[in-house]
T-cell receptor, first 112, second 118 residues
Framework: QKEVEQNSGPLSVPEGAIASLNCTYS??????FFWYRQYSGKSPELIMF????GDKEDGRFTAQLNKASQYVSLLIRDSQPSDSATYLC????????????FGKGTKLTVNP | GAVVSQHPSRVICKSGTSVKIECRSL??????MFWYRQFPKQSLMLMAT?????????EQGVEKDKFLINHASLTLSTLTVTSAHPEDSSFYIC??????????????FGDGTRLSIL
């Protein structure tokens, strides 16, 4: 059973702080990793994806991947109230599988 | 780029009605589309993988005769919930991935369809 684990939260941070969201996965053969943001009542929106070990930055967002530890994280710098949402970690496994395995999501609240 | 349109956004209908939901990739061709269901405060559950020109692959526990999927072109997949009952009420979301690229490419989601069966 391929699993993706996230802390359900809620995670609360003050406006302007760095929010750190974490995700672990069980399948060592996983090759690609995605972070989606989902506002309440809406569908998921792609934030970032990462394939290689290390950091990938896009604006205020940084994805970090450590395949040896089977760990992927998302950092949000200068957090804004509009960042308040549930963040879903998703993993695409090896072997040509097209399916994404989603974590249950971490609810982030950024307090003004 | 990578816009996925899903229609309708909301459906309210009586028990026993069949409901058709459309998913279109507007600015790219999608060999593969995915259908998910999400109950309140739960994560997405993959229902089926839809491949253009072939039969859909259903996840375990999803009734293929209940949830009919058609992927007739590279830009359109449809999900029909047949003889819907109140327990089918949920948020249905489609996603699509570009054709011709590896399975590592991201999936892009439609806006979802909120289905309420009375």
């Amino acid at each position: 059973q391929k699993e993706v684990e996230q802390n359900s939260g809620p995670l609360s941070v003050p406006e302007g702080a760095i929010a750190s969201l974490n995700c672990t996965y069980s399948d060592r053969g996983s090759q690609s990793f995605f972070w989606y943001r989902q506002y309440s009542g809406k569908s998921p929106e792609l934030i970032m994806f990462i394939y290689s070990n290390g950091d990938k930055e896009d604006g205020r967002f940084t994805a970090q991947l450590n395949k040896a530890s089977q760990y992927v994280s998302l950092l949000i710098r200068d957090s804004q109230p509009s960042d308040s949402a549930t963040y879903l970690c998703a993993v695409n496994t090896r072997g040509g599988s097209e399916k994404l395995v989603f974590g249950k999501g971490t609810k982030l609240t950024v307090n003004p | 780029g990578a816009v996925v349109s899903q229609h309708p956004s909301r459906v309210i209908c009586k028990s026993g009605t069949s409901v058709k939901i459309e998913c279109r990739s507007l600015d790219f061709q999608a060999t593969t589309m995915f259908w998910y269901r999400q109950f309140p405060k739960q994560s997405l559950m993959l229902m089926a993988t839809s491949n253009e020109g072939s039969k859909a692959t259903y996840e375990q526990g999803v009734e293929k005769d209940k949830f009919l999927i058609n992927h007739a072109s590279l830009t359109l997949s449809t999900l029909t919930v047949t003889s819907a009952h109140p327990e089918d009420s949920s948020f249905y979301i489609c996603s699509a991935r570009s054709a011709g690229l590896s399975s590592n490419q991201p999936q892009h989601f439609g806006d979802g369809t909120r289905l309420s069966i009375l």
